[in-house]
């Protein structure tokens, strides 16, 4: 018997709902796989705390789960106004990154005087306000003109959908969050606003050259980072992508989100890269326990594109049911990956290793072929267990590794269940030894298919499958 699992992971958002000990194991034994820490918000002292949460009940519940460290980027938002200004149509303001609120002047938390061209829109509280640069006005302000009429309010956030950073979007706080991050056990870190494969190349750098074993999760919300070739450049530079919709939306139009996302999920599915779904999935469960019927699609429609990862944002954060909200996801992925095939990719796979992922590959089909109840993967640096999911089997991916750091970055990976144990020849085999007295597998005879190396614990020496029947 194949065991019930969900193949599609579930990523959610500490906050203030979640943030504390009880709450964390509640929403792991729901079914949550890793934790995305917000940077925007907090600080560190409250970032040791969940960190140590997290770790904790991981070992408590003998779960792998992964930390993903969000780094704001250049989230460029108004300064605090003296009270909401209502704008009109026509009207004209003033951004200066040096100036208090006074009247149709707006204190801005960036410079845009260094990056803005007259002619480019500035899209203000979610693309609520809408304005077009008239001048730059001195070294530090620029002049607008107002779209549309609304109201503006402190702290709200602005987007530049057709300003070019060149290349500068780690900020410094960004980059005080890295050298914090460098010394907690995080898994992931988000680089937000990527537009190049080069945002990503410099952050490696930075993470490599420190030591960390961090992967890069590139969020997807600009307009340059989803330009004709762009995008395939960014999946092939980054461990992950994140289609961070939210942001993307207000910045390329709403219209292009559906279409972006699911050429993302299949770039990565080509490249063997993790993908991640983000914003709003079931967003009307902040207030509500009950999920819409668009929302429930959504989430079924991510599950059939193949995507590694669905992120729960606000509503676990923020909202009045996290735990509902949990809980309601696992149950629409169990039920659409039961009765729905994931789509096949058009493209044909590009995987770097090509002994690897052919292996990988036939013991994908072999497995099939002789229904198999698993593939168990013995991985030193967790990329044979990616090569296996490339493949979107519909069986658990069984890994194994001797490094608590795969396993923690393994369990955002599509349809893989992670075990750390030291290295053994027959660590793969032990391994569903033992799960066949725990009766993981159900009762009777089980067959598993293990992709190995006759190395045990070196990277990259994937050459072997082993067919095991275990009474």
Same mark, same amino acid.
């Given at each position: ?34 934790? =995305? ?9 409250? =970032? ?46 003033? /951004? ?60 709200? @956030? ?45 952050? =490696? ?42 942001? /993307? ?111 990988? @590959? ?72 033992? /799960? ?16 190995? @190396? ?13 067919? =095991?029947?275990?009474?």
């Amino acid at each position: 018997m194949t065991p019930i699992f969900k193949r599609t992971k579930i990523l959610a958002t500490i906050g203030p709902k979640t943030a504390n000990p009880e709450m964390i194991e509640q929403l792991i034994t729901a079914g949550v796989n890793g934790f =995305r820490l917000n940077f925007s918000h907090g600080d560190y002292a409250e =970032r040791d705390e969940q960190i140590k949460w997290i770790r904790a009940v991981s070992t408590k519940l003998a779960k792998p789960v992964a930390i993903l460290q969000d780094l704001q980027g250049p989230k460029i938002r108004l300064g605090v106004l003296n009270e909401d200004l209502p704008v009109k149509k026509g009207d004209e303001i003033t /951004l200066d990154f040096a100036a208090a609120h006074n009247g149709f002047t707006l204190p801005v938390q960036y410079n845009l005087a260094e990056k803005v061209k007259t002619g480019q829109p500035i899209y203000i509280f979610d693309g609520k306000v809408r304005t077009t640069v008239l001048e730059i006005t001195s070294a530090t302000a620029i002049k607008v003109r107002v779209e549309n009429d609304g109201v503006l309010m402190s702290k709200k @956030g602005i987007n530049l959908p057709d300003t070019n950073f060149g290349g500068d979007i780690l900020t410094p706080k960004d980059l005080q969050d890295i050298e914090y991050g460098l010394h907690q056990d995080i898994d992931y870190v988000a680089l937000s606003f990527v537009q190049s494969a080069e945002d990503i190349r410099h952050l =490696r750098q930075l993470l490599v050259d420190s030591g960390s074993k961090a992967q890069i999760v590139a969020k997807i919300e600009t307009k340059a980072a989803i330009a004709d070739g762009v995008m395939e450049e960014i999946v092939k530079a980054t461990d992950c992508v994140m289609v961070a919709r939210g942001d /993307l939306a207000v910045e390329a139009g709403a219209e292009v989100v559906p279409i972006v996302q699911r050429q993302l999920i299949e770039l990565c599915r080509q490249y063997g890269k993790l993908s991640i779904v983000a914003t709003q999935m079931m967003a009307s469960m902040v207030d509500s326990p009950e999920p819409t019927r668009a929302e429930v699609s959504d989430v079924a429609s991510a599950v059939i594109m193949g995507a590694d990862t669905v992120m729960l944002s606000d509503e676990t954060a923020n909202g009045n049911y996290p735990l509902e909200t949990v809980r309601a996801m696992k149950k629409v992925i169990l039920y659409t990956q039961e009765r729905a095939d994931v789509v096949p990719v058009t493209g044909r796979v590009k995987a770097e290793h090509n002994q690897r992922d052919a292996i990988s @590959g036939a013991a994908v089909k072999l497995a099939e072929q002789l229904r198999a109840n698993a593939i168990i993967a013995e991985t030193k640096s967790g990329a044979t267990a990616a090569n296996i999911a490339m493949h979107r089997p519909n069986l658990p991916i069984i890994s194994v590794t001797s490094q608590p750091y795969v396993a923690q970055q393994l369990s955002l990976l599509y349809a893989t269940k992670s075990y750390v144990r030291p290295d053994d020849a027959e660590a793969g085999f032990k391994l569903a030894q033992q /799960l066949q007295t725990d009766a993981y597998f159900g009762e009777g005879k089980t067959t598993i298919v293990i992709v190995s @190396g006759q190395q045990p614990g070196v990277a990259g020496g994937t050459d072997t499958i082993k067919v =095991r029947m275990i009474e």
